[in-house]
């Protein structure tokens, strides 16, 4: 029931169904912006119209030129015939000469040709010399007359290839633009197909997530009752024990203490879900711990590993998958359970009876998280000396308890759990361990203190600040002596 209590769940939930909505609306919103502007859409790109004669050749002919617009004529003009781009003063002085007739194609190309820097160059235009005379001739009083209907066929000819060629590079464009209109269409057709159903998807995920929250707050509120029905038959439940121990004899007295425990057992697994930490977590930081069992003899020639106060079997866990020989005990008959659904060799018991129980000789290693601060100073004193007995020489022993030398934990939350007694302080548990006979006592604090080759870290504060920056919890090491050191 204690799962189902467990709040953090539904929150895990609502969050997670948050999150996904927001995801989807996003992308609606990303496909809406894209749909404002046209800069996704790939357009077909508009051809421009050949205006350029290609520099470089030796010979072109009057044509070439004629059929260019009067302004494209004269800067080809100029970069085929003299090597260069037409000037300001070219421009301004030719082109307004060219449109109104002052001046001819043929007369501007031969003024070219005849000049310094087109002599220079040496290109030829087939039939330029023919041309320029007859253009001449064309100026003259008498003869001018006679010419001028020749004349104005030719500027006619030009002009209307002129404008054939206009006319078809106007139609290419057009064709052109019409192609990209019809890419940029179908481009957006596909663009609002994808939209569509986007904001399909978003819709069906919003009602989707509104249908989750419903059941997550139906949920919620079928676990909050649960919680309210839990909690009144536990009062009930301290009421018949404080009824019984009323009219019960002193006899039944035991029987009803354990009773009154069991009752607690799915408190406490609530308790240490809440302030211990998760599965992973706890793992994940026993594993520092994995160096000094490869260093245990004892361990690594398959000797049995026992967890006291194994609780849900996560150190268990951890040492299976490294191929040691875990057994576990506990007094939480939840915690076994749990233990043992996970397919652990776990025992439901009073450790320091249980070792006592053992014969000699016959562990590998004892080691027990976050116990050692539960128990009263006289069973301290017995766990350590039943744990000597029962290992085998070389064995060790390894006790994690929260570290008082953080004042955080010594002055609040190792009095978070209310079956704490007192905070233990490291030297005062190395000094019991080797009073009771182990050697090599060792203090864990830090990670690289699990290197037994190597001396242990240590505590030598120098200000009040160090006193905040211990680790929250450290571990005693001790090795029961082999035979012909205890001799």
Same mark, same amino acid.
């Given at each position: 029931?204690?799962?189902?209590?467990?709040?953090?769940?539904?929150?895990?939930?609502?969050?997670?169904?948050?999150?996904?909505?927001?995801?989807?609306?996003?992308?609606?919103?990303?496909?809406?912006?894209?749909?404002?502007?046209?800069?996704?859409?790939?357009?077909?790109?508009?051809?421009?119209?050949?205006?350029?004669?290609?520099?470089?050749?030796?010979?072109?002919?009057?044509?070439?030129?004629?059929?260019?617009?009067?302004?494209?004529?004269?800067?080809?003009?100029?970069?085929?015939?003299?090597?260069?781009?037409?000037?300001?003063?070219?421009?301004?002085?030719?082109?307004?000469?060219?449109?109104?007739?002052?001046?001819?194609?043929?007369?501007?190309?031969?003024?070219?040709?005849?000049?310094?820097?087109?002599?220079?160059?040496?290109?030829?235009?087939?039939?330029?010399?023919?041309?320029?005379?007859?253009?001449?001739?064309?100026?003259?009083?008498?003869?001018?007359?006679?010419?001028?209907?020749?004349?104005?066929?030719?500027?006619?000819?030009?002009?209307?290839?002129?404008?054939?060629?206009?006319?078809?590079?106007?139609?290419?464009?057009?064709?052109?633009?019409?192609?990209?209109?019809?890419?940029?269409?179908?481009?957006?057709?596909?663009?609002?197909?994808?939209?569509?159903?986007?904001?399909?998807?978003?819709?069906?995920?919003?009602?989707?997530?509104?249908?989750?929250?419903?059941?997550?707050?139906?949920?919620? !509120?079928?676990?909050?009752?649960?919680?309210?029905?839990?909690?009144?038959?536990?009062?009930?439940?301290?009421?018949?024990?404080?009824?019984?121990?009323?009219?019960?004899?002193?006899? !039944?007295?035991?029987?009803?203490?354990?009773?009154?425990?069991?009752?607690?057992?799915?408190?406490?697994? !609530?308790?240490?879900?809440?302030?211990?930490?998760?599965?992973?977590?706890?793992?994940?930081?026993?594993?520092?711990?994995?160096?000094?069992?490869?260093?245990?003899?004892?361990?690594?020639?398959?000797?049995?590993?026992?967890?006291?106060?194994?609780?849900?079997?996560?150190?268990?866990?951890?040492?299976?998958?490294?191929?040691?020989?875990?057994?576990?005990?506990?007094?939480?008959?939840?915690?076994?359970?749990?233990?043992?659904?996970?397919?652990?060799?776990?025992?439901?018991?009073? !450790?320091?009876?249980?070792?006592?129980?053992?014969?000699?000789?016959?562990?590998?290693?004892?080691?027990?998280?976050?116990?050692?601060?539960?128990?009263?100073?006289?069973?301290?004193?017995?766990?350590?000396?039943?744990?000597?007995?029962?290992?085998?020489?070389?064995?060790?022993?390894?006790?994690?308890?929260?570290?008082?030398?953080?004042?955080?934990?010594?002055?609040?939350?190792?009095?978070?759990?209310?079956?704490?007694?007192?905070?233990?302080?490291?030297?005062?548990?190395?000094?019991?361990?080797?009073?009771?006979?182990?050697?090599?006592?060792?203090?864990?604090?830090?990670?690289?203190?699990?290197?037994?080759?190597?001396?242990?870290?240590?505590?030598?504060?120098?200000?009040?600040?160090?006193?905040?920056?211990?680790?929250?919890?450290?571990?005693?090491?001790?090795?029961?002596?082999?035979?012909?050191?205890?001799?």
């Amino acid at each position: 029931m204690s799962k189902l209590a467990d709040e953090t769940s539904i929150d895990a939930i609502l969050a997670r169904v948050r999150a996904e909505t927001a995801k989807d609306i996003k992308a609606v919103a990303s496909e809406a912006g894209r749909r404002q502007g046209l800069s996704a859409i790939p357009l077909v790109p508009v051809p421009q119209a050949a205006d350029a004669i290609a520099p470089g050749k030796k010979r072109y002919t009057i044509e070439e030129f004629s059929a260019l617009d009067d302004e494209d004529f004269l800067r080809n003009a100029y970069r085929v015939i003299l090597g260069r781009e037409i000037d300001g003063v070219g421009l301004g002085t030719r082109l307004p000469a060219l449109r109104s007739g002052q001046t001819t194609v043929v007369r501007v190309l031969f003024s070219l040709s005849r000049s310094a820097e087109g002599r220079a160059r040496g290109v030829k235009i087939r039939g330029l010399l023919p041309a320029a005379v007859f253009d001449r001739a064309a100026t003259l009083p008498v003869i001018g007359r006679i010419i001028e209907p020749f004349q104005r066929l030719v500027v006619r000819s030009t002009t209307q290839r002129r404008l054939a060629n206009l006319s078809v590079r106007q139609f290419d464009t057009i064709d052109n633009v019409n192609a990209a209109l019809a890419a940029i269409r179908k481009n957006q057709l596909a663009l609002d197909q994808r939209i569509a159903l986007s904001e399909q998807a978003a819709e069906a995920t919003r009602l989707r997530a509104e249908e989750i929250a419903d059941i997550a707050a139906h949920s919620l !509120a079928e676990m909050r009752s649960t919680r309210i029905e839990i909690a009144d038959q536990r009062a009930a439940m301290s009421q018949l024990i404080a009824n019984a121990r009323k009219n019960l004899p002193a006899a !039944a007295q035991e029987q009803i203490d354990a009773i009154e425990n069991a009752s607690l057992d799915s408190l406490y697994v !609530a308790f240490e879900n809440r302030f211990r930490g998760s599965t992973d977590e706890i793992t994940r930081r026993s594993e520092r711990y994995l160096p000094i069992f490869r260093a245990t003899p004892p361990v690594v020639a398959g000797g049995v590993v026992l967890d006291i106060g194994c609780g849900r079997g996560e150190f268990l866990s951890l040492l299976k998958k490294h191929n040691f020989l875990p057994r576990g005990i506990d007094l939480n008959a939840a915690m076994v359970a749990e233990a043992r659904a996970r397919g652990h060799d776990v025992v439901e018991g009073d !450790a320091i009876a249980w070792l006592e129980a053992q014969p000699d000789n016959s562990l590998a290693a004892i080691a027990g998280f976050h116990i050692v601060e539960h128990i009263p100073f006289k069973s301290l004193v017995r766990l350590i000396d039943s744990a000597r007995r029962a290992l085998t020489p070389g064995g060790i022993i390894l006790f994690e308890t929260p570290n008082p030398e953080n004042l955080v934990v010594g002055a609040c939350t190792f009095h978070y759990d209310p079956t704490h007694l007192r905070p233990l302080p490291p030297d005062y548990l190395r000094f019991i361990a080797e009073a009771r006979g182990f050697a090599d006592a060792r203090i864990i604090r830090k990670d690289e203190d699990t290197n037994l080759a190597e001396p242990e870290s240590g505590f030598a504060p120098t200000e009040i600040n160090d006193w905040f920056r211990q680790p929250p919890d450290y571990a005693l090491y001790a090795r029961k002596p082999l035979e012909n050191e205890a001799n």
